[in-house]
């Protein structure tokens, strides 16, 4: 059962916060480091790492170049073990080949097949599972519309926008039927526009259907807009050095950005990566 929580931003103000949860979170990280070759050489890319996805709730992930957030990625869907920690889904502790398949993934890049079309790409993640070819592709046929694809059914990806495309990959994502799902900078490749409107269609979507996220951008904008929490992590090896709770009203519309505390949400994130002086923040 969920407890209500609330606290007051700087100016004194109640701000609304993710609620506190007596289940177990969807995703817990306690301790988590990981390791990697290079060469002759051992490096550290990820040290001591903690932090929670709650159900329902959407955690960003935010640091350098090469500190550690994709691979943190793969660590939880599995795909990398840890070399030392723990990784709990749902309250238990899995290795890392009792992950695989528990989550849902999606890479920067589409990696729609080209020689599928739009509702053959969709339908992928559920034929995977098992489902009859043309059940799977009933079910994904139906969920076109609420993606903003309807009419796009029959298009290949060469005959989608790079936003199209994205909707397409979100739609496989999803179709999967996964609690947590794992997002790798959806929108890095995307123009300004295109990713301005892709950021305000997925907090529709997150509206409607309200699962764990955890995503990983380079946008501090981003992390502010789509997040509950905002965590900052060092330059490698990656430490988790600030956590911010955004205390910002959902559902969550563009004009939000020109909020106060979406001002001083941003700056206090800045500041945790050192681009910003303490005396602006």
């Known amino acids: 059962m969920f407890r209500p929580r609330q606290r007051r931003s700087t100016d ?55 500190c550690g957030k994709s691979t943190l990625l793969d660590i939880v869907a599995g795909l990398l073990g840890a070399d030392a920690g723990e990784v709990r889904l749902g309250g238990r502790a899995l290795d890392a080949s009792a992950r695989l398949g528990r989550s849902a993934y999606m890479r920067q890049r589409d990696l729609l097949m080209p020689w599928r079309t739009a509702l053959e790409n969709a339908a992928l993640a559920l034929e995977v599972a098992g489902r009859p070819k043309r059940r799977a592709r009933a079910i994904a046929r139906e969920r076109f ?91 490698r090896p990656g430490r988790v050095t600030h956590e911010e709770s955004v205390g910002l009203p959902r559902p969550r519309r563009r004009a939000v950005v020109t909020n106060p505390a979406f001002v001083r949400h941003k700056a206090a994130i ?12």
């Open 12 to 66: 004194g103000d109640p701000i609304a916060e993710a609620p506190v949860s007596d289940t177990p979170p969807r995703l817990d990280l306690r301790s988590v480091t990981a390791t990697y070759r290079e060469g002759h050489r051992t490096l550290t890319a990820l040290a001591d790492v903690s932090l929670t996805v709650g159900d329902g709730e959407v955690v960003a992930l935010i640091g350098p170049s090469g």
């Open 270 to 281: 800045l500041g945790a990566l050192g681009l910003l002086d303490a005396d602006a923040a």
């Open 145 to 235: 519309p609420a993606f903003g694809l309807d009419g796009f059914v029959d298009a290949y990806p060469a005959q989608l926008s790079g936003g199209m495309r994205q909707r397409v990959a979100f739609l496989r994502t999803t179709l999967a039927e996964r609690p947590l799902l794992l997002l790798d900078e959806p929108f890095g490749a995307l123009d300004a526009l295109t990713r301005a409107e892709m950021q305000t269609w997925l907090v529709g979507l997150w509206e409607r259907e309200r699962p764990a996220v955890l995503l990983v951008t380079h946008d501090v904008e981003e992390a502010v807009f789509l997040a509950d929490r905002v965590v900052v992590l060092t330059a």
